[in-house]
């Protein structure tokens, strides 16, 4: 099992442009969930999915949108990007019988 | 609202014990721990459910007061490898979907 992993690691985009961040799972697992990390303000969550084809918003969801087309798979899409949105990003996956969220790597993301 | 973690920051030596502390001010369900180390995920460390036992393996244990809203986790006779930054997640109404404290720092020295 390759576990979560996300895609890319690394982005260095321009205020105004736009992406998407994968973030894919191969453990079967029902809850998914976009959080961003900045210093000193520990795991905020922008949005997540207790299944496919559902999402929901956490604390800071402006700015951003999600999709969960296929179980194992959840994306993260920036429309404009804003120096504000400069951050790492992590994506995480929990079963339904626990409570114990499995991180991906991050992707660190830079926007000037 | 974010949980507040204290202290900021924890400087050991090897050996001697620590405590992080995790205070919400609302009704918690559910309280999480998680250790990250530089330039790395978070980890899973423990869950501490409303009306459930104090956690906790080997070195690393801890509690949940329901009455004050308040996780305290435990690390006694630290190992090197315990150094990282701790954060608690707070669960509300149900154990999947957390808010984070802003992190505690343990420096572990030899």
């Known amino acids: 099992n390759a576990g979560v992993t996300q895609t890319p690691k690394f982005r260095v985009l321009k205020t105004g442009q736009s992406m998407t961040l994968l973030c894919a799972q191969d453990?079967?697992?029902?809850?998914m969930y976009w959080y961003r990390q900045d210093p000193g303000m520990g795991l905020r969550l922008i949005h997540y999915s207790v299944g496919e084809g559902t999402t929901a918003k956490g604390e800071v969801p402006d700015g951003y949108n999600v999709s969960r087309l296929k179980k194992q798979n959840f994306l993260l899409g920036l429309e404009s990007a804003a120096p504000s949105q400069t951050s790492v990003y992590f994506c995480?996956?929990?079963?339904?019988?626990?409570?114990?969220?499995?991180f991906g790597p991050g992707t660190r993301l830079t926007v000037t | 609202q974010q949980p507040v973690q204290s202290p900021q920051a924890v400087i050991l030596r090897e050996g001697e014990d620590a405590v992080i502390n995790c205070s919400s001010s609302?009704?918690?369900?559910?309280v999480h721990w998680y250790r990250q180390k530089h330039g790395e995920a978070p980890v899973f460390l423990m869950i501490?459910?409303?009306?459930?036992e104090q956690k906790g393996h080997e070195k690393i244990s801890a509690s949940f007061n329901e009455k004050k809203q308040q996780s305290s986790l435990y690390l006694t006779a630290s190992q090197l490898s315990y150094s990282g930054t701790y954060f608690c997640?707070?669960?509300?109404?149900?154990?999947?979907?957390?808010?984070f404290g802003q992190g505690t720092r343990l420096t572990i020295n030899p």
């Open positions: 453990m079967n697992h029902e809850y």
């Open positions: 995480a996956s929990t079963p339904p019988s626990s409570y114990e969220q499995y």
């Open positions: 997640g707070t669960g509300l109404q149900g154990a999947q979907k957390l808010v």
């Open positions: 609302k009704a918690l369900y559910s």
């Open positions: 501490l459910l409303k009306g459930g």
